[in-house]
């Protein structure tokens, strides 16, 4: 039977060696998205994951999907684009645009897990400094970006999104360039896919993930000031 979690936002969420093979990852259910759960899921390697009309989900998949941030992959064609300076950088500047436009994308695919209560929790997280997005802009006009919770050394993406060709991948490798620059050695990016996989994302078991997870949360890393230190030029 699946765990409930309890009402408390300090309850404790099952080990996650507990998480289901089938669906991958499936580790427990109910709670609510206070900051206080969300933090401590986020800090044991567990996301919440759901659509409207279902009760809220936590998930460990395994294996995970990790970036090294000192190793992500940057093509030929896109070192180019990103020499060119076409596109301008931010971070912090559109947070909520960012996630709303994550979930419109999805939602006109196949569904969105972004609901109206995920994006009012991140958000507050957010708020309290915990929760980042990286903005890529042509004209002004907001065309690509990322978002995630960072921890420690560990950033969290949650998800990413392109109005115009290659603009979330020019927001993952700015964010690399960036996270390594001041410490961070994980980017958890959850579940594996092709395209994550293009831009340097490996595999690793639970354990090993685990393990990195821990080290990466404890470390004493910190970005004190995330717009200006991305207004900061960097070199491709």
Same mark, same amino acid.
């Given at each position: ?9 300090? &309850?404790?969420?099952?080990? *996650? #060696? ?9 580790? &427990? ?16 390697? !567990? ?23 000192? #190793?992500?992959? !940057?093509?030929? @064609? $896109? ?5 060119? @300076? ?9 947070? =909520?645009?960012? !996630? ?5 994308? @999805?939602?006109? @695919? ?8 995920? *994006?009012?929790?991140?958000?507050? $997280?957010?708020?309290?400094?915990? &929760? ?8 002004? #006009?907001? *065309? ?24 979330? =991948? ?13 410490? /961070? ?19 690793? =078991?639970?354990?090993? /993930?685990?393990?990195? $997870? ?19 030029? $960097?070199?491709?």
């Amino acid at each position: 039977m699946l765990p409930q979690l309890a009402d408390s936002p300090d &309850a404790p969420f099952p080990p *996650v #060696e507990w998480a289901a093979q089938e669906p991958n990852g499936l580790l &427990a259910w109910g709670g609510d998205l206070h900051p206080t759960r969300l933090m401590r899921a986020y800090a044991r390697g !567990i996301f919440p994951w759901y659509t409207d009309g279902q009760p809220i989900l936590w998930w460990s998949p395994h294996p995970r999907a990790v970036i090294y941030p000192s #190793e992500v992959h !940057i093509s030929r @064609r $896109l070192r180019r684009l990103l020499r060119q @300076r076409r596109f301008r950088v931010t971070a912090d500047r559109h947070f =909520k645009a960012v !996630i709303r436009a994550c979930g419109d994308l @999805r939602q006109d @695919r196949d569904g969105t897990w972004i609901t109206p209560q995920m *994006v009012d929790a991140y958000c507050e $997280l957010h708020r309290l400094g915990h &929760a980042h997005s990286v903005e890529v802009l042509l004209n002004d #006009e907001l *065309v690509g970006g990322i978002y995630g919770v960072a921890i420690g050394g560990a950033f969290f993406g949650e998800s990413m999104f392109s109005l115009v060709d290659n603009t979330s =991948k020019l927001a993952l490798v700015h964010l690399c360039r960036r996270l390594d620059d001041a410490g /961070f050695t994980l980017l958890d990016c959850q579940m594996v896919s092709p395209h994550l996989q293009r831009m340097g994302a490996v595999s690793v =078991k639970r354990r090993q /993930f685990q393990s990195q $997870l821990r080290q990466a949360v404890g470390a004493a890393v910190a970005i004190d000031d995330w717009p200006a230190w991305f207004s900061q030029p $960097l070199d491709w």
